[in-house]
Antibody, heavy 117, light 108 residues
């Protein structure tokens, strides 16, 4: 069965940094675009960023451009999200997702990021 | 960015009855639309993609229709396990992908 496991979520102060990781198992990781999606408490999901199979193409939602960086290591079946200059409004559960024909077919259980002083 | 608007925000339906959720996009997304189901404490689950293609393993009481700017998710005969929040999401050629605000479905 396909499994995506996120880690790295924590409580961090505004302006701080955090790096999220996602480990993929039993999944043809290198053959798919991958995305990060976040969900603030009581809100709907918000797509954050995605990355092409070879890492050569990346896209971001406007609110995180210049602050977040998505990357991947196909040899380790891992996806990453480097988050800098964090804001209170970045507080959310962050999900690692696999894209299949651009729909998000597999989701991890998520990791909680709380930005607060 | 493309704005997705769902209606209604809340829907109460009797067991065995039909539930219909609408999703409207601020500009055409062709057939590039997916529907997700989210239960408390769980990540969203893909139900429908390409507006009307059911994901493997999804019961056939779930169906999707529409194209362009107007889409519908129908649950033909509501079951107790269908209580959840449902989201539409567009994924046109250029990101960002965007989601609707969600429709909460409960048993009447």
């Amino acid at each position: 069965e396909v499994q995506l496991v996120e880690s790295g979520g924590a409580l961090v102060q505004p302006g701080g940094s955090l790096r999220l990781s996602c480990a993929a198992s039993r999944l043809i990781f290198s053959g798919y675009w991958m995305s990060w999606v976040r969900q603030a408490p009581g809100r709907g999901p918000e797509w954050v960023a995605n990355i092409k199979q070879d890492g050569a193409e990346k896209h971001y939602v406007g609110s995180v451009k210049g602050r977040f960086t998505i990357s991947r290591d196909n040899a380790k079946n891992s996806l990453y999200l480097q988050m800098d200059s964090l804001r209170v409004e970045d507080t959310a559960v962050y999900y690692c997702t696999r894209e299949r024909s651009r729909a998000l077919d597999y989701w991890g259980q998520g990791t909680l990021v709380t930005v607060s002083s | 960015d493309i704005v997705m608007t769902q209606s209604p925000d809340f829907l109460a339906v009797s067991l065995g009855e039909r539930a219909t959720i609408n999703c409207k996009s601020s500009q055409s997304v062709s057939h590039n639309l997916a529907w997700y189901q989210q239960k408390p404490g769980q990540p969203p689950k893909l139900l429908i993609y390409w507006a009307s293609t059911r994901e493997f393993g999804v019961p056939d009481r779930f169906s999707g229709s529409g194209s362009g700017t107007d889409f519908t998710l129908t649950i033909s005969s509501l079951q107790a396990e269908d209580v959840a929040i449902y989201y539409c999401q567009q994924y046109t050629s250029d990101p960002p992908w965007t989601f609707g605000q969600g429709t909460k479905v409960e048993i009447k």
